[in-house]
Nanobody, 128 residues
């Protein structure tokens, strides 16, 4: 299995930028597709972005497309989420997650149940 730890969340003004990191340990990081999800207060957790095992395929929720960029560095066992042009509605706890079944493919999933491993989350607050 793999252990995931998110970092980088903080308070930022609207229009600002943040870079979240997800550090992985345990099994080989490159064996997993990875995703970012978020949960706002009083809301269900929702998909944000996903990246396949090699980094060659990415997918974004419509709400963040063009503003957020997901990337990974397999040599460092890390995934990132660069968030630009932040809005108050981006305020949430952000989680990284690992999905083990699509190694060697370009397939990505937005479904939470397909992700086996989750971090504890990092809080992002965007003030207006």
């Amino acid at each position: 299995q793999v252990q995931l730890v998110e970092s980088g969340g903080r308070l930022v003004q609207a229009g600002g930028s943040l870079r979240l990191s997800c550090a992985a340990s345990g099994r080989t990081f490159s064996g997993y597709s990875m995703g970012w999800f978020r949960q706002a207060p009083g809301e269900e957790r929702e998909f944000v972005a996903a990246i396949n095992w090699s980094g060659g395929s990415t997918y974004y929720a419509d709400s963040v497309k063009g503003r957020f960029t997901i990337s990974r560095n397999n040599a460092k066992s890390r995934m990132y989420l660069q968030m630009n042009s932040l809005k108050p509605e981006d305020t949430a706890v952000y989680y990284c997650a690992a999905e083990p079944r699509n190694f060697g493919t370009s397939r990505l999933t937005t479904e939470q149940y397909e992700y086996d491993y989750w971090g504890q989350g990092t809080q992002v607050t965007v003030s207006s």
